[in-house]
């Protein structure tokens, strides 16, 4: 049997590929309950390989320690069905083992031999473009996607999200102008497709059209800020972006409050956006009244310390901001220990968590020398542990206000001056260019 892309597949019926289908429109979109979709066929048809794949994926891209267990028995299903499984699913099954046991990059490797034999499988597809994304891998982010791309054309099942992954890509390349008309022309094609909307959105955030950037946001709301909707808090993320970068903190805090962190959660994801708009607003000396508390016990809670060096860094600003240095201090145990492992997370931390970790906690303490000693070297490596040119632009704006705090006029005046040539129409960025400038010699 095939796919709806022409994609074969070992085992089930039609009844199962119906699920699969929509189990993956549903990843892909990121509406509804894909997990609950393929378990319920899973529990109909236990042997249905794919929907193992497709569960184990879904879940993986939480990317965090609290779904080992669940990964685990995907992976134990997999092998219990390797006699069953054909070629591909084998090296989907292997993959899953390989980010199980750590090995983050040979998932990534074994999902790009896959893509080679077979372009049109729009899971491997979209679960390599997140790991690309967890890993700060731009030129794969575009690449991976351009591999796959002649496969494709318009009447194949899926092609709108191909372009949305690859608008994402090229984005993150620099390549803003093709980015931003690959990411209309797939929301044209599937106007739901959140990730080709936040494609476009990073667009708009790297050239500084906040204001566009605003308009686009609010023009579209229902095709991204759904009830349904798992990815909407990040984009009412980038919302709140431009409104901060354009001196509307009010604005900013009230999306923070009704779309990015509406109530207490441990997802890893959704504290990695409401800690980062927080901590953007911590060194603009924004009060945010109580919210650090909340977010700093999540954590606290929580067991992910020293799992992903991305994640650390956040739960590092959220301990800063709140005061407690109880839980830096294990933070930064965790992470120590995770260094000297031997899975892709240790080399994360070795090459760029450790030293962010500590100019962090260094901030957090009033020690801005020693922040700026710690992050002037790795500001520039910080996509060794993932994210987006969005999402990093965190570390580089905690060193210029470290600066400005230390009193190191002629850092500051340098720093500010890089980035206005970077943002020259941001509010934000202007702002922090005069305080650098009135700053005593």
Same mark, same amino acid.
């Given at each position: 049997?095939?796919?709806?892309?022409?994609?074969?597949?070992?085992?089930?019926?039609?009844?199962?590929?119906?699920?699969?289908?929509?189990?993956?429109?549903?990843?892909?979109?990121?509406?509804?309950?894909?997990?609950?979709?393929?378990?319920?066929?899973?529990?109909?048809?236990?042997?249905?390989?794919?929907?193992?794949?497709?569960?184990?994926?879904?879940?993986?891209?939480?990317?965090?320690?609290?779904?080992?267990?669940?990964?685990?028995?995907?992976?134990?299903?997999?092998?219990?069905?390797?006699?069953?499984?054909?070629?591909?699913?084998?090296?989907?099954?292997?993959?899953?083992?390989?980010?199980?046991?750590?090995?983050?990059?040979?998932?990534?490797?074994?999902?790009?031999?896959?893509?080679?034999?077979?372009?049109?499988?729009?899971?491997?597809?979209?679960?390599?473009?997140?790991?690309?994304?967890?890993?700060?891998?731009?030129?794969?982010?575009?690449?991976?996607?351009?591999?796959?791309?002649?496969?494709?054309?318009?009447?194949?099942?899926?092609?709108?999200?191909?372009?949305?992954?690859?608008?994402?890509?090229?984005?993150?390349?620099?390549?803003?102008?093709?980015?931003?008309?690959?990411?209309?022309?797939?929301?044209?094609?599937?106007?739901?497709?959140?990730?080709?909307?936040?494609?476009?959105?990073?667009?708009?955030?790297?050239?500084?059209?906040?204001?566009?950037?605003?308009?686009?946001?609010?023009?579209?709301?229902?095709?991204?800020?759904?009830?349904?909707?798992?990815?909407?808090?990040?984009?009412?993320?980038?919302?709140?972006?431009?409104?901060?970068?354009?001196?509307?903190?009010?604005?900013?805090?009230?999306?923070?409050?009704?779309?990015?962190?509406?109530?207490?959660?441990?997802?890893?994801?959704?504290?990695?956006?409401?800690?980062?708009?927080?901590?953007?607003?911590?060194?603009?000396?924004?009060?945010?009244?109580?919210?650090?508390?909340?977010?700093?016990?999540?954590?606290?809670?929580?067991?992910?310390?020293?799992?992903?060096?991305?994640?650390?860094?956040?739960?590092?600003? =959220?301990?800063? @901001?709140? &005061? *407690?240095? +109880?839980? %830096? !201090? #294990?933070?930064? /145990?965790?992470?120590?220990?995770?260094?000297?492992?031997?899975?892709?997370?240790?080399?994360?931390?070795?090459?760029?968590?450790?030293?962010?970790?500590? =100019?962090?906690? @260094?901030? &957090? *303490?009033? +020690?801005? %020398? !020693? #922040?700026?000693? /710690?992050?002037?070297?790795?500001?520039?490596?910080?996509?060794?542990?993932?994210?987006?040119?969005?999402?990093?632009?965190?570390?580089?704006?905690?060193?210029?206000?470290? @600066?400005?705090?230390?009193? +190191?006029?002629?850092? #500051?005046?340098? /720093?500010?001056?890089?980035?206005?040539?970077?943002?020259?129409?941001?509010?934000?960025?202007?702002?922090?260019?005069?305080?650098?400038?009135?700053?005593?010699?």
């Amino acid at each position: 049997m095939d796919d709806a892309r022409g994609v074969p597949v070992s085992n089930g019926d039609t009844a199962c590929l119906a699920a699969y289908d929509t189990a993956l429109q549903q990843f892909n979109t990121y509406r509804g309950d894909a997990l609950a979709t393929v378990g319920a066929a899973l529990d109909e048809h236990p042997d249905f390989v794919m929907g193992h794949v497709l569960r184990g994926h879904i879940t993986v891209s939480l990317w965090e320690r609290s779904v080992l267990p669940d990964v685990s028995a995907t992976v134990a299903e997999l092998r219990r069905l390797d006699s069953r499984s054909n070629d591909r699913e084998r090296a989907h099954a292997v993959a899953l083992g390989q980010w199980l046991d750590g090995d983050w990059n040979g998932m990534r490797a074994t999902l790009d031999r896959l893509l080679v034999d077979h372009p049109r499988d729009l899971l491997a597809l979209q679960a390599g473009h997140l790991a690309d994304f967890f890993h700060g891998d731009r030129e794969n982010l575009r690449g991976r996607v351009a591999r796959a791309l002649p496969a494709w054309d318009p009447d194949v099942d899926g092609y709108g999200f191909v372009l949305g992954m690859h608008a994402f890509g090229l984005e993150e390349c620099g390549d803003y102008g093709a980015a931003e008309e690959a990411g209309r022309t797939a929301l044209d094609v599937q106007p739901d497709d959140c990730w080709a909307h936040h494609a476009v959105t990073h667009v708009l955030e790297m050239e500084t059209r906040q204001d566009e950037g605003v308009t686009f946001m609010m023009d579209r709301m229902p095709h991204w800020a759904q009830d349904d909707n798992g990815f909407a808090f990040h984009n009412a993320w980038h919302l709140a972006l431009f409104h901060l970068d354009q001196l509307r903190p009010a604005e900013a805090l009230d999306l923070f409050d009704r779309s990015v962190h509406p109530e207490p959660t441990g997802v890893q994801l959704m504290l990695c956006d409401a800690v980062a708009l927080l901590w953007r607003m911590h060194l603009q000396g924004i009060d945010v009244g109580d919210r650090w508390e909340e977010i700093a016990s999540a954590y606290e809670t929580g067991d992910e310390a020293g799992f992903y060096a991305f994640n650390d860094m956040h739960a590092m600003m =959220a301990c800063a @901001a709140a &005061g *407690r240095p +109880d839980l %830096a !201090s #294990a933070l930064l /145990l965790a992470a120590g220990s995770a260094a000297q492992g031997t899975g892709t997370n240790a080399a994360m931390q070795r090459d760029v968590g450790l030293p962010i970790l500590a =100019a962090i906690d @260094a901030f &957090g *303490r009033g +020690d801005h %020398a !020693s #922040a700026i000693d /710690l992050l002037l070297p790795v500001r520039y490596r910080a996509h060794a542990f993932g994210g987006s040119h969005a999402q990093r632009d965190i570390v580089h704006r905690t060193l210029l206000e470290a @600066a400005i705090r230390s009193g +190191d006029r002629s850092l #500051a005046v340098s /720093l500010s001056a890089e980035r206005s040539s970077l943002r020259p129409d941001c509010p934000f960025t202007a702002q922090q260019a005069r305080r650098a400038l009135a700053m005593t010699a």
